[in-house]
């Protein structure tokens, strides 16, 4: 079955450290990959995006992912992250030629100071 | 400024009153879809359209209902809501209608409570 998973529900980490949050999916072929962010009480902004080509695309607000065809994953990392990071956190995938776009159920990310 | 607007921002209802949220967007874009977000389940797509007058079930339609009468809005209506319908709506939209490699643009998101 098609699915997204993204197995961390919660995590918490200190401002300044690195960040990855993963995001698997199942697909028979590659499909066009996002990352949504979600302030709170705010809507979804797109992070960044993946159709094909270089397999590490950078994002705003300093964010990249990269697509592991291997592993079906696209990972989100931030090389330090900010207290103003706070949010939840949403992979999505839209398979190839369709009118849908899946999400995950999503990766809260508290920050400490 | 180019936006996806949603009406109410919060609402608490009773069980069977009907209600409408209202969606509206300023980018002149083909396609717009309506989302619930619950704890643990991440975004489901309630309805989406493709254009006016085109519209079609996400994966969770039951109890709801849509209309694309104009390009800009896609009000989101339930005859008769139930408590199970008590969730964070989200409106979005997007360019074309291909969404599948599309952006979509979000609304803030309505806060609804039904009880």
Redesign the interface.
């Known amino acids: 079955a098609q699915s997204v998973t993204q197995p961390d529900?919660h995590i918490t980490v200190s401002e300044g450290a690195s960040l990855e949050l993963r995001c698997n999916y199942s697909y028979g072929a590659t499909?066009?990959l996002?990352w949504?962010v979600q302030s709170p009480?705010?809507?979804?902004?797109?992070l960044l995006?993946y159709?094909s080509g270089d397999t590490l695309v950078q994002g705003i607000k300093g964010f990249e992912a990269e697509f592991k065809r291997s592993q079906s994953s696209f990972n989100l990392r931030k090389p330090s992250v900010h207290w103003s990071d706070a949010a939840e956190y949403?992979c999505a995938v839209?398979?190839?030629?369709?009118?849908?776009?899946i999400?995950?159920?999503?990766t809260r990310l508290q920050v400490f100071p | 400024e180019a936006q996806v607007t949603q009406n109410p921002r919060y609402l608490i209802t009773v069980t069977g009153k009907k209600l409408t949220v209202t969606c509206s967007q300023n980018m002149n874009h083909e396609y717009m879809s309506w989302y619930r977000q619950d704890p643990g389940l991440g975004l489901r797509q309630i309805y989406y359209s493709m254009n006016v007058e085109v519209t079609d079930k996400g994966d969770v339609p039951e109890g709801y209902k849509v209309s694309r009468k104009e390009k800009r809005n896609f009000p989101l209506i339930l005859e008769s809501p139930s408590p199970n319908q008590t969730s964070l709506y989200f409106c979005a939209s997007s360019k074309y209608t291909r969404t599948a490699s599309e952006t979509q643009y979000f609304g803030p998101g309505t806060r609804l409570l039904v009880l």
């Open positions: 529900i499909p066009y996002f949504y009480g705010q809507g979804l902004q797109l995006k159709f949403f839209g398979p190839y030629n369709t009118d849908k776009l999400f995950g159920t999503g």
